[in-house]
């Protein structure tokens, strides 16, 4: 269904101008998102419900934390899991957090996940963020991804411009330093946020789909569309690839805010004769609402206790 372009970004209200920001700079009220944004930005714009208005403008982040059994050389990890989702304003060109206010900001839902498990003696860090235009028009503005442990760290980048653009930085040979371009396709990383705004919009049959960076970068594998299929049923959202042997499966509440409970992968993990079908696993701890961007001292360690991630 369209509507009414200056409707839709009018009723954007108390949009979060400010999250995790520089200390030199004063924190910023909420501000209203107003309609005079580009035309691109604003095409068949999905309305969004007074329920989503008062659950994502109130200037908190949705914080999740999960136990994680993560499937990494051939056995089971445990570790920790964390979806960070909020509501911020973005730059087209520059494509990072705006500082100001402005009719050309662009509304994103932004996720931070974050993993974090052993593998014998040392730890591993990954970190995903997505920036996805509430519109629910478009692919993702931008995506990055970074996978730390004590052999070196990788970093990619994703750009959505005329092209996809990918910078990826790692310490493997074969991978140093990589620039290249990408046809649009869709993204196993933006549909997280796209399910959190209207799971109904979620892509389903047989698809082309770039899968997630971390499971690109941890497989060492090209970054391009693999062939998929996607199926939506009540509540599970699953996504498989025959040619990679991997399955996704993100369950979440059918019902709004369609908050995720846990999530199953299941691929083919290790190198050689160790190498075999492994399942990693989420399931949600709890969930808390915060300005976590404010809460730095000491005494505010209590919320982490409540997330079970002492």
């Known amino acids: ?30 501000q ?4 005079s944004t580009t035309e691109e930005t604003l095409k068949d714009a999905q309305p969004l419900s007074d329920k989503f208005k008062t659950y994502w403008f109130n200037n908190e982040a949705e914080i999740t934390s999960y136990t994680l059994e993560q499937g990494r050389y051939g056995e089971i990890r445990e570790g920790n899991a964390v979806l960070v989702f909020v509501t911020e304003p973005f730059l087209r060109e520059e494509q990072v957090k705006a500082d100001e206010a402005s009719s050309t900001n662009i509304p994103v839902l932004k996720l931070n996940a974050t993993k974090n498990f052993n593998t014998g003696i040392y730890p591993y860090s990954i970190m995903q963020s997505i920036f996805y235009p509430l519109a629910n028009n478009q692919h993702a503005l931008k995506i990055s991804s970074s996978v730390q442990e004590w052999c070196g760290h990788v970093y990619t980048q994703l750009n959505n411009r005329s092209e996809f653009e990918v910078v990826s930085h790692s310490y493997f040979e074969g991978e140093a330093d990589e620039s290249f371009g990408l046809g649009k396709a869709i993204l196993e990383n933006e549909l997280w946020t796209q399910l959190r705004i209207n799971p109904e919009s979620l892509p389903t049959g047989d698809l082309e789909i770039i899968p997630s960076f971390e499971f690109l ?21 699953t996504i498989t690839y025959p040619d990679l042997n991997r399955s996704l499966s993100i ?20 190198y050689g004769e160790s190498a075999k079908p492994l399942t990693t696993k989420a399931t949600k701890i709890n969930t808390i609402k915060s300005d976590y961007w404010n809460k730095t001292t000491n005494d505010d360690f209590s919320l982490r206790e409540s997330l079970g991630l002492n």
Request: hydrophobic residues 40%; charged residues 20%.
């Open 1 to 30: 269904m369209k509507v009414s372009l200056p409707l839709f970004f009018t009723s954007i209200l108390l949009l979060i101008t400010f999250s995790c920001k520089d200390e030199t700079k004063e924190t910023q009220k909420p």
């Open 32 to 35: 209203e998102i107003i309609s």
């Open 251 to 270: 369950n979440f509440n059918p019902q709004f805010p369609f908050d995720i409970t846990s999530w199953e992968e299941t691929f083919i993990s290790g």
């Open 217 to 237: 970068r941890l497989r060492h594998i090209p970054f391009k569309a693999y062939a998929a299929s996607a199926e939506l049923l009540s509540g599970t959202y």
